[in-house]
């Protein structure tokens, strides 16, 4: 017979066994149930948190079983080394939630290479993809868990799409899918994705664009001025600003086959200095100067100046029959209202119109080269010309496709719009190409 001594001890060694056991089970499902907390990692990226706060470790059942087999706590003291770092939240510790612009589903297909090259190998077809907006980077990953660990699987490795100066719009033409809009990187890599709705569609290209500047692109500062007042004096012999006027030169006499025109910004510092001294009622300008040998500061100047007028080219009273008229079904009657409208515009605005859209034609016509057709100049001056002076967000993401596509109509058929003759029964371009 056992010792009343003995049993007692038995009865304490089980207890200490029993709770130390539960102490370790608690432990150990506190700490499995955290690994719930991934399901809701896009809460707190929304709230600016970063991964460093979830735990680095996570013991797997099969620990925990193993625990209970043997009873023992060294299981759990073993480190999850042999885990794949694949499902390591610690890899992103560095990485703040609020790099995150945007996320969700996508379907995307690629259609052109570097340098604008078609994609080879036949056909190229949809895929769906996990896509995530992180500041100027697009990740493509297989699913939502490589979107948190940014760590695909071996072999599976490919690039984020860098949106820098990239052109996004709308797809028109390139799919018969619904809600597909396009993307085209500076190096002209081009993008098809095909978004869950319109409303989701237009979302990803509004982010896009917020995100696609290069740093140090922004307004430039000084005080913004209508074409009729910019300068003094204030236009040229063709009823033109001066700086409008000089842009454009250098333009087509240095930058005619320079590639991407109009898409990459210029330093910044450099076009405030030219700005603010042809504020200053420069009447000449010396193009010489050191300053105007850089075309992308030159065509920067060029955008901000038509940012940046109180009275935006298309006019503030005008902005809503133009989007009205760019939405008329019919296309000739929808070509002949355009022109009606811009004839109306005030005589300065009509002239700079004019010139700007030749100029805008000038440079389509060495897309060639460029790679600017009159599509990625609309993208690049839809939005700066066809606005109101308080432009709103919610102007901006349902104009979006007219505010592009009036500026591409323009500079289409800027011959036939800008035309001398009386509209007197004369056919539009949509009526002689129909006759053919």
């Given at each position: 017979?056992?010792?009343?001594?003995?049993?007692?001890?038995?009865?304490?060694?089980?207890?200490?066994?029993?709770?130390?056991?539960?102490?370790?089970?608690?432990?150990?499902?506190?700490?499995?149930?955290?690994?719930?907390?991934?399901?809701?990692?896009?809460?707190?990226?929304?709230?600016?948190?970063?991964?460093?706060?979830?735990?680095?470790?996570?013991?797997?059942?099969?620990?925990?079983?193993?625990?209970?087999?043997?009873?023992?706590?060294d299981s759990l003291?073993?480190?999850?080394?042999?885990?794949?770092k694949r499902h390591?939240?610690?890899?992103?510790?560095?990485?703040?939630?609020?790099?995150?612009?945007?996320?969700?589903?996508?379907?995307?297909?690629?259609?052109?290479t570097k340098k604008?090259?078609?994609?080879?190998?036949?056909?190229?077809?949809?895929?769906?993809?996990?896509?995530?907006?992180?500041?100027?980077?697009?990740?493509?990953?297989?699913?939502?868990?490589?979107?948190?660990?940014?760590?695909?699987?071996?072999?599976?490795?490919?690039?984020?799409?860098?949106?820098?100066?990239?052109?996004?719009?709308?797809?028109?033409?390139?799919?018969?899918?619904?809600?597909?809009?396009?993307?085209?990187?500076?190096?002209?890599?081009?993008?098809?994705?095909?978004?869950?709705?319109?409303?989701?569609?237009?979302?990803?290209?509004?982010?896009?664009?917020?995100?696609?500047?290069?740093?140090?692109?922004?307004?430039?500062?000084?005080?913004?001025?209508?074409?009729?007042?910019?300068?003094?004096?204030?236009?040229?012999?063709?009823?033109?600003?001066?700086?409008?006027?000089?842009?454009?030169?250098?333009?087509?006499?240095?930058?005619?086959?320079?590639?991407?025109?109009?898409?990459?910004?210029?330093?910044?510092?450099?076009?405030?200095?030219?700005?603010?001294?042809?504020?200053?009622?420069?009447?000449?300008?010396?193009?010489?100067?050191?300053?105007?040998?850089?075309?992308?500061?030159?065509?920067?100047?060029?955008?901000?100046?038509?940012?940046?007028?109180?009275?935006?080219?298309?006019?503030?009273?005008?902005?809503?029959?133009?989007?009205?008229?760019?939405?008329?079904?019919?296309?000739?009657?929808?070509?002949?209202?355009?022109?009606?409208?811009?004839?109306?515009?005030?005589?300065?605005?009509?002239?700079?119109?004019?010139?700007?859209?030749?100029?805008?034609?000038?440079?389509?016509?060495?897309?060639?080269?460029?790679?600017?057709?009159?599509?990625?100049?609309?993208?690049?001056?839809?939005?700066?010309?066809?606005?109101?002076?308080?432009?709103?967000?919610?102007?901006?993401?349902?104009?979006?496709?007219?505010?592009?596509?009036?500026?591409?109509?323009?500079?289409?058929?800027?011959?036939?719009?800008?035309?001398?003759?009386?509209?007197?029964?004369?056919?539009?371009?949509?009526?002689?190409?129909?006759?053919?």
């Amino acid at each position: 017979m056992p010792k009343d001594e003995d049993i007692l001890q038995l009865v304490s060694l089980s207890g200490s066994i029993k709770a130390g056991r539960r102490s370790s089970y608690l432990l150990a499902i506190t700490t499995e149930r955290s690994k719930s907390c991934d399901d809701g990692l896009n809460a707190f990226r929304d709230e600016g948190k970063i991964l460093r706060r979830m735990p680095s470790r996570v013991p797997s059942l099969r620990m925990l079983r193993s625990f209970f087999t043997d009873g023992s706590l060294d299981s759990l003291g073993t480190s999850e080394d042999a885990r794949s770092k694949r499902h390591s939240t610690s890899d992103l510790s560095d990485v703040p939630f609020s790099a995150v612009r945007k996320e969700g589903w996508l379907h995307c297909k690629q259609i052109l290479t570097k340098k604008g090259k078609k994609v080879g190998g036949g056909i190229r077809q949809w895929k769906r993809v996990f896509a995530v907006l992180r500041t100027h980077s697009l990740y493509l990953c297989k699913d939502r868990r490589e979107a948190v660990t940014c760590a695909p699987a071996p072999g599976e490795e490919e690039p984020p799409i860098s949106i820098r100066a990239c052109l996004v719009d709308i797809s028109y033409s390139e799919t018969k899918r619904k809600h597909v809009f396009r993307l085209t990187t500076a190096d002209f890599c081009e993008y098809l994705f095909q978004a869950e709705d319109r409303e989701d569609m237009l979302a990803w290209i509004k982010v896009i664009r917020e995100n696609s500047k290069a740093e140090g692109e922004c307004q430039p500062s000084g005080t913004p001025r209508s074409p009729g007042t910019s300068i003094t004096p204030s236009l040229s012999p063709q009823n033109v600003p001066l700086i409008v006027e000089a842009c454009c030169k250098v333009v087509e006499d240095r930058g005619l086959e320079y590639m991407g025109i109009y898409r990459v910004p210029g330093n910044n510092a450099v076009v405030s200095s030219l700005q603010e001294q042809l504020n200053k009622g420069a009447t000449e300008i010396n193009l010489q100067d050191e300053r105007w040998q850089d075309l992308n500061v030159i065509s920067s100047l060029l955008k901000s100046f038509f940012r940046k007028l109180p009275e935006p080219l298309f006019t503030d009273d005008k902005y809503n029959d133009f989007i009205e008229a760019n939405r008329i079904e019919d296309a000739s009657e929808r070509m002949r209202t355009l022109r009606k409208l811009i004839r109306d515009l005030p005589g300065h605005y009509y002239e700079t119109l004019k010139f700007l859209v030749g100029h805008l034609k000038t440079i389509a016509d060495h897309s060639e080269k460029n790679k600017m057709e009159p599509r990625n100049l609309a993208l690049v001056f839809g939005p700066t010309l066809v606005r109101t002076s308080e432009d709103n967000m919610t102007d901006m993401v349902t104009h979006m496709p007219d505010r592009y596509k009036i500026v591409e109509t323009l500079i289409q058929h800027s011959d036939w719009f800008f035309s001398d003759k009386e509209d007197k029964g004369e056919k539009t371009p949509v009526d002689e190409k129909e006759a053919q």
